[in-house]
């Protein structure tokens, strides 16, 4: 039946939704890249609870997902920002997903790496001492969960560094106690305005100067970085100067097929936000890449980035509203409500277009539940045809 999309001025066009999905199932596991997604979380609909008090995770249906992911051989990158880390997700439900998603990676043979920040304290500035102190914490609860650790970008470190050098201390710092290689997170500004300016410097050249010197003092402790500027050819440029055995994981949610897909000089690896609704294509796509046919992958990844790239639009810190929604969708939760109220963060027209391209791409495993819920959806907002 044709459903009657909303767009962004007021007029309704008319779909008529896709009635079958791609017949995508679990394989080998990946040989030639290194593939995270990152997870979103589930809320529970039925606590009662305010914005301004502690989350409420519906945890059954939070694990569930991530062994979604794990059954298609994509790792898990678990409290990054795609879990809604500092925008309704804070540091206490944070260490209790860290520790629920470690065990249950280890009951399914599941790879996992685990965010490390400094959300405990407020957002103001702090002493570096303190932002040291916060970090350790963490990092502690991450490597005793047996978690690889990410060294997330800080924005109490943003607030409080006065230059370079103080990244250059509270990193060294972290490196040196770290007990195994951890992945080092530069999260751009459009992810999180209050990361501006981060490695010292608003000067990109000057700040990826600093983030290199960081790693090349401690290059054993850094298994790679993960770069989330939406920059393709700076990322292209910082991957080949990284040091020997230091990988580069994309987080470029605009231009992964190219990034991930490479050059005659070196590719990336993937820790991504979208592979959060494309996990099962994404892994198909990436089996074609390890066959040594790259223009394969492309032919599966390309057509997806015109939905990754509308899901990250600006604000682009509100893509987990259009992730959880197509997780929604897909079946993988019974409702569409997020921690901290975010699925507000929205438009209908926005969400309406994610259906449609998801729907498009076949990510729907039942196209007619996807359907149904996206009727009941438009009927919720007052859309009649």
């Known amino acids: 039946m044709t459903l009657h999309l909303p767009d962004a001025h007021g007029a309704l066009r008319a779909y008529e939704p896709r009635t079958e999905p791609l017949a995508l199932t679990p394989g080998a596991p990946f040989t030639s890249r290194?593939?995270?997604?990152?997870?979103?979380?589930?809320?529970?609909?039925?606590?009662?609870?305010?914005?301004?008090?502690?989350?409420?995770?519906?945890?059954?249906a939070t694990l569930a997902f991530r062994r979604h992911l794990w059954a298609h051989g994509l790792g898990v990158a678990e409290a990054m920002d795609t879990a809604q880390r500092g925008m309704g997700?804070?540091?206490a439900?944070?260490?209790?997903?860290?520790?629920?998603?470690?065990?249950?990676?280890?009951?399914?043979?599941?790879?996992?790496?685990?965010?490390?920040?400094?959300?405990?304290?407020?957002?103001?500035?702090?002493?570096?001492?303190?932002?040291?102190?916060?970090y350790e914490e963490q990092l502690a609860v991450v490597e005793e969960s047996g978690a690889q650790a990410i060294l997330m970008a800080s924005r109490v470190l943003a607030a409080t560094a006065k230059g370079p050098e103080d990244y250059l201390e509270v990193y060294g710092h972290l490196l040196r106690q770290a007990a195994e290689p951890v992945i080092l997170h530069w999260l751009g500004p459009m992810f999180d305005p209050a990361l501006e300016g981060y490695?010292?410097?608003?000067?990109l050249d000057a700040a990826t100067d600093t983030f290199l010197d960081v790693i090349a003092a401690h290059p054993d402790k850094v298994d790679g970085i993960k770069v989330s500027l939406l920059d393709a050819r700076r990322e292209i440029d910082l991957r080949r100067r990284l040091p020997k055995?230091?990988?580069?994981?994309?987080?470029?949610?605009f231009n992964y097929p190219e990034l991930i897909a490479g050059d005659e000089q070196g590719f990336s690896h993937a820790l991504l936000g979208i592979f959060d609704p494309l996990g099962p294509l994404a892994a198909e796509a990436v089996r074609v890449l390890d066959t040594g046919d790259t223009d394969g992958f492309r032919a599966l990844l390309d057509p997806t980035?015109?939905?990754?790239?509308?899901?990250?639009?600006?604000?682009?810190?509100?893509?987990?509203?259009?992730?959880?929604?197509?997780?929604?969708?897909?079946?993988?939760?019974?409702?569409?409500?997020m921690v901290g109220g975010l699925q507000s963060a929205r438009s209908l027209p926005h969400l309406a277009r994610a259906y449609e391209l998801a729907d498009r791409l076949g990510l729907f495993p039942d196209p007619k539940l996807a359907e149904d819920r996206m009727r009941t959806?438009?009927?919720l907002y007052g859309v009649t045809p």
């Open 34 to 60: 290194t593939v995270f997604s990152a997870a979103h979380v589930v809320a529970d609909p039925y606590a009662d609870t305010t914005l301004d008090a502690p989350v409420a995770v519906d945890w059954d």
């Open 89 to 91: 997700l804070d540091w």
């Open 93 to 134: 439900g944070a260490a209790e997903l860290i520790r629920r998603s470690a065990a249950e990676a280890k009951a399914a043979g599941g790879r996992i790496a685990c965010g490390v920040g400094t959300d405990q304290l407020t957002a103001g500035p702090a002493t570096l001492a303190e932002v040291r102190a916060a």
């Open 199 to 203: 490695w010292g410097s608003s000067d």
């Open 245 to 253: 055995g230091v990988r580069c994981y994309t987080g470029d949610d």
């Open 305 to 337: 980035v015109e939905l990754s790239r509308h899901l990250f639009q600006a604000p682009t810190r509100f893509y987990k509203t259009g992730v959880v929604f197509l997780a929604w969708l897909a079946g993988h939760q019974s409702h569409f409500t």
């Open 377 to 379: 959806l438009l009927h």
